[in-house]
């Protein structure tokens, strides 16, 4: 990126996090230890938004390339979407323990998948700690400049799932697509 790519990303990215913080929704994203963490999220989507810039812009940025970003990271899963505060709270005192005991390394691997795999109302709590059950429930907000300006290797892959395809064909259906 030039100086004046570099300070349009920079314009993007303030206009992005300040709507980011009022939606309310927390990411995470694996730290440099594999754990997850809140602090690691934002500069990983950072990164990966000026490297997208970069190839598939020609350096230039827009507001649909965090979103872009963030669908394709939390699709691979480097990244989960916890609701500030609610996540929290719907977690029993107990199995919330047990997670931030597991987050501070202090329960192995192992424990902490075994636990997953064989209690029911342990894997419930996990998912809406880390944010799947919340990508679970969630629909797909789809804005016709968002579907225009995905690659269209993402819209094939994304076809597969349910939410994304409704968004979609609501989007062909309105003709606005």
């Not at 009022?22 to 690691?40: C, H, P, Q, T, V």
Request: with cysteine; hydrophobic share 40%.
């Amino acid at each position: 990126m030039n100086v004046a790519q570099e300070q349009q990303f920079e314009k993007e990215w303030d206009i992005w996090l300040g709507t980011y913080a009022d939606k309310g929704i927390l990411y995470k994203a694996k730290d440099e230890n594999g754990r997850w963490s809140f602090a690691a999220a934002l500069p990983e989507i950072c990164k990966l938004a000026k490297a997208y810039c970069e190839v598939h812009n020609g350096g230039y940025a827009s507001q649909s390339v965090f979103s872009i970003i963030i669908d394709l990271m939390l699709q691979n899963g480097d990244l989960a979407a916890v609701r500030d505060g609610e996540s929290q709270s719907q977690i029993p005192a107990d199995i919330l323990e047990f997670i931030q005991k597991a987050e501070r390394g202090e329960i192995s691997t192992y424990e902490l998948r075994r636990k997953y795999m064989s209690d029911r109302r342990f894997r419930d709590a996990y998912d809406v700690h880390t944010g799947l059950a919340s990508l679970a429930t969630q629909p797909t907000q789809l804005t016709a400049q968002e579907y225009r300006s995905m690659p269209i290797s993402v819209v094939r892959r994304r076809m597969s799932e349910p939410a994304f395809a409704a968004a979609v064909n609501k989007l062909l259906a309105e003709g606005r697509a």
